[in-house]
């Protein structure tokens, strides 16, 4: 076979769609987010990015910098293991203890990432209950449906935040079944969030294992950004809260929180957690000093809430379509994958705006978009700049204006 030739031909075949995707090559400033260089081979040029997961600024803040620093000096640069062998370092216990505070349960087990969180706990959960049925929103993340689909355990595609259809599926298995239930809070691409206490509701009806991805709400809801969860006081009823440190946090890794016998459960037979090198230590008190942080003061999330408003008003003034959701993510829609790069393109080349198009598979066919994210360090001059370029570029291109309804 003309391996090389297969490659290509693949890739051709991605990019006549519109959709071939090119990484923007961008430095990131301390002090500085969302300003930031950006790199077209040797060429540099200023940037604001407008499509971070850094949400809070967290990335940058002093105390996770400071705490990352201290840590470095005193620990070195790597673990140096696994968990299992010499890798567990002081940091990661200390911030296993700050997340099962964090979420109100028992324990808690790190990962390097939230997708390794998702693919292994999931995966290790139904693949070692015995006859265990999982049950998928349709709209669940990659890593959910990956560590599912690893498991081999049967699973059920339920309809996307349809209590409803959840119960209709779980009638299906009677009570000697163990059933996991795995959904979001938020989901990232249209921002809109589950209705968790229904979800629950029907979980306990069926005798399920709750399980749900707060990796879009840790850290930006609740009274300590415990997620959505915590604002709804929901916590205590679910069986496993699973979250990032690498998005609203500002660094890296993933966990989950549950029982301790639960988490002893995964710890011990998730292949995904023992079998690879545990996050360095600064990365761990970075991100305990970010959690800590967040659970004292809410001026951060405040001040995302009072931004996300403020873009969203604008973007109505001017009758730019955006979907209305009850988060912090704003998808501006296009709907055509040529034109949101296009329309991306122009932003970064004629305004310096990074906003990342959506595509395929990200999102379905025919719903590209922009998707925006306001944090507190975006000033009333950057918006007005974001939203003068699409209004210009709207009125160009003559695009669509109108409100999408809720
Ligand atoms: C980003 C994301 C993950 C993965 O988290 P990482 O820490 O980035 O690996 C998991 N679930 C959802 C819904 C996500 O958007």
């Known amino acids: 076979m003309d391996f090389d030739g297969f490659f290509k031909a693949e890739l051709d075949a991605v990019r006549e769609e519109g959709r071939y995707r090119v990484f923007t090559e961008i430095e990131r400033h301390r002090g500085r987010f969302p300003h930031a260089t950006r790199y077209v081979g040797d060429e540099t040029s200023a940037v604001t990015v407008w499509c971070s997961n850094d949400y809070l600024g967290m990335g940058q803040h002093p105390v996770v910098i400071e705490a990352m620093h201290r840590v470095l000096d005193e620990c070195g640069a790597g673990a140096g293991g696994t968990r299992n062998i010499s890798g567990t370092n002081h940091h990661h216990v200390l911030l296993e203890a700050e997340l099962a505070d964090l979420h109100n349960k028992e324990a808690a087990l790190l990962f390097t990432s939230g997708y390794v969180s998702n693919w292994a706990g999931l995966g290790t959960l139904a693949a070692k209950i015995p006859g265990c049925v999982v049950f998928s929103d349709a709209l669940n993340h990659a890593s959910?449906?990956?560590?599912?689909?690893?498991?081999?355990a049967p699973y059920k595609v339920?309809?996307?935040?349809?209590?409803?259809?959840?119960d209709r599926l779980l009638s299906e298995f009677g009570p000697e079944v163990p059933k996991?239930?795995?959904f979001e809070s938020v989901y990232s691409m249209d921002g809109d969030i589950a209705p968790i206490a229904e979800i629950l509701d029907v979980c306990e009806k069926h005798g399920a294992?709750?399980?749900?991805?707060?990796?879009?709400a840790v850290g930006l809801y609740?009274?300590?950004?415990?997620?959505?969860?915590?604002?709804e006081g929901l916590m205590d009823r679910i069986t496993v809260i699973e979250g990032t440190l690498g998005k609203a946090f500002g660094v890296m890794g993933g966990y989950i929180a549950a029982s301790a016998d639960l988490v002893d459960f995964v710890r011990t037979f998730a292949s995904g957690f023992i079998f690879s090198t545990a996050l360095p230590p600064a990365v761990a008190a970075g991100a305990c000093a970010s959690i800590a942080h967040l659970k004292a003061s809410s001026r951060e999330r405040e001040l995302q809430?009072?931004?996300?408003?403020?873009?969203?008003?604008?973007?109505?003034?001017l009758g730019i379509p955006h979907l209305p959701n009850p988060s912090h993510i704003i998808p501006v829609m296009v709907g055509d994958a040529k034109k949101a790069k296009m329309i991306s393109d122009w932003l970064m080349d004629n305004h310096g705006i990074y906003v990342q198009p959506i595509n395929y598979p990200t999102v379905p066919r025919g719903t590209e978009r922009l998707?925006?994210?306001?944090?507190?360090?975006h000033t009333d001059g950057d918006i007005n700049r974001l939203i003068d370029a699409l209004s210009d570029i709207w009125s160009q291109c003559e695009l669509a204006r109108g409100s999408i309804a809720a």
């Open 371 to 377: 998707r925006i994210t306001p944090s507190p360090v």
């Open 222 to 231: 609740g009274a300590r950004g415990g997620g959505v969860a915590e604002r």
């Open 158 to 166: 339920w309809a996307h935040n349809d209590p409803a259809d959840l």
């Open 180 to 182: 996991l239930v795995a």
């Open 209 to 216: 294992m709750s399980y749900i991805d707060e990796v879009h």
């Open 305 to 317: 809430q009072d931004r996300v408003a403020t873009v969203r008003r604008k973007l109505d003034m």
């Open 144 to 152: 959910m449906i990956e560590g599912i689909r690893h498991s081999r």
